[in-house]
């Protein structure tokens, strides 16, 4: 069974840059695209953009600017900085893996990113 | 970006209801649609994917139709564990879409 978990500081100051990892187990990070999402409390989602095991991406452009996403194969772990943060960035974030029908099949539990000072 | 725009936003049901969920894409994604469930304080579980294809492991009460800009999710005889949220998600283009949700309430 896949599993992911996100990790990351849970408050980051504005201007600075936010950064998760994303930890695959029971499967290969290999032959996927990775996603992440994020939710605003009481809000919906918002897609972030994703990453294929190679290192091809793709980006929301109203994020593209801010946004890099990297893999690391060896360690089975992908990765997401967003730049510059205000608090309108404070949000849950989820990292997923996208499945069949391009559309993501397993979750992380979601942590919770506080943008403040 | 291709706008989804689900309804209602928000449904009162009873145990044994059935529901249905639409969702409107502003664009024409094929089958390119999934749906999502959410219940509070954990991550959106995926029930359907390609508009109709049920998800390993979901119940048969769920289904998906519809094809090009109109899509529907239906709950036949709700279970209390089906109160939740529910998105649509297009996967047709970048970048992804998603719906502003509907709740699922109980009456």
């Known amino acids: 069974q896949v599993q992911l978990q996100e990790s990351g500081p849970g408050l980051v100051k504005p201007s600075e840059t936010l950064s998760l990892t994303c930890t695959v187990s029971g499967g290969s990070i290999s032959n996927y695209y990775w996603s992440w999402i994020r939710q605003p409390a009481g809000k919906g989602l918002e897609w972030i953009g994703r990453i294929y095991a190679s290192g091809g991406t793709n980006y929301n452009p109203s994020l593209k600017s801010r946004v890099t996403m990297s893999v690391d194969t060896s360690e089975n772990q992908f990765s997401l900085k967003l730049s510059s943060v205000t608090a309108a960035d404070t949000a849950v974030y989820y990292c997923a893996r996208d499945g069949r029908g391009a559309t993501s099949d397993y979750w992380g539990q979601g942590t919770l990113v506080t943008v403040s000072s | 970006d291709i706008q989804m725009t689900q309804s209602p936003s928000s449904v009162s049901a009873s145990v044994g209801d059935r529901v249905t969920i639409t969702c409107r894409a502003s664009q024409d994604i094929s089958s390119w649609l999934a749906w999502y469930q959410q219940k509070p304080g954990k991550a959106p579980k995926l029930l359907i994917y390609v508009a109709s294809s049920l998800q390993s492991g979901v119940p048969s009460r769920f289904s998906g139709s519809g094809s090009g800009t109109d899509f529907t999710l239906t709950i036949n005889s709700l279970q209390p564990e089906d109160f939740a949220t529910y998105y649509c998600?297009?996967?047709?283009?970048?970048?992804?879409?998603f719906g502003l949700g509907t709740k699922v309430e109980i009456k």
């Open positions: 998600q297009q996967a047709n283009s970048f970048p992804r879409t």
